[in-house]
T-cell receptor, first 112, second 114 residues
Framework: GENVEQHPSTLSVQEGDSAVIKCTYS??????FPWYKQELGKRPQLIID?????GEKKDQRIAVTLNKTAKHFSLHITETQPEDSAVYFC???????????FGKGTTLSVSS | DTAVSQTPKYLVTQMGNDKSIKCEQN?????MYWYKQDSKKFLKIMFS???????INETVPNRFSPKSPDKAHLNLHINSLELGDSAVYFC?????????????FGQGTRLTVV
């Protein structure tokens, strides 16, 4: 089945720096790649997503890039703020196209 | 109004008991899911229901059984609870079958088996 690898598992940055989280997936047929943010004790919430017909998407301070040939996609957060501290998950559709398969998460800590 | 709601939020029970977690969505979505989040924060898909039909069932013990009385509800019943079942269980729903659109999550149910 689909396998999603996510790196790094933890990331610490200073306020104002940029943060990059990378994911790879195994199924070349996957065509939907969302990113979720989960704050402590809360539910995962979508922050940005990208489909396979697009190479890059940006929404204010966050952006996602997709390289279908290499089967990897990345989340970029610029001008990080303490409220960006959370666990971030990437995901991709499984082979059957029936559910999202998540990476193991990246704990981002932004210190002021 | 809460889009995806699940109850209870916390559940503490003894080994061997049977328990249920309820989930309801008011978004009109066709597909609902159950995910398990373990202590390492890993989100693992357990079940997916589309129009009341089970469309995936990952390597989950048959002690876990999803029940969907209608399109807006997907409950999770667990028999003979074990210590290893302790986790946070999230219900979710999406408009497009197979998760090809945003999945909305419930607030989670923290299950503790003692």
């Amino acid at each position: 089945g689909e396998n999603v690898e996510q790196h790094p598992s933890t990331l610490s940055v200073q306020e104002g720096d940029s943060a990059v989280i990378k994911c790879t997936y195994s199924d070349s047929a996957s065509n939907y790649f969302p990113w979720y943010k989960q704050e402590l004790g809360k539910r995962p919430q979508l922050i940005i997503d990208i489909r396979s017909n697009v190479g890059e998407k940006k929404d204010q301070r966050i952006a996602v890039t997709l390289n279908k040939t290499a089967k990897h996609f990345s989340l970029h957060i610029t001008e990080t703020q303490p409220e960006d501290s959370a666990v971030y998950f990437c995901a991709a559709l499984n082979q059957a196209g029936t559910a999202l398969i998540f990476g193991k998460g990246t704990t981002l800590s932004v210190s002021s | 109004d809460t889009a995806v709601s699940q109850t209870p939020k916390y559940l503490v029970t003894q080994m061997g008991n049977d328990k249920s977690i309820k989930c309801e969505q008011n978004l009109g979505h066709d597909t609902m899911y159950w995910y398990k989040q373990d202590s390492k924060k890993f989100l693992k898909i357990m079940f997916s229901y589309n129009n009341k039909e089970l469309i995936i069932n990952e390597t989950v013990p048959n002690r876990f059984s999803p029940k969907s009385p209608d399109k807006a509800h997907l409950n999770l019943h667990i028999n003979s609870l074990e210590l290893g079942d302790s986790a946070v269980y999230f219900c979710a729903s999406s408009q497009v079958a197979g998760g090809g659109s945003e999945a909305f999550f419930g607030q989670g149910t923290r299950l503790t088996v003692v």
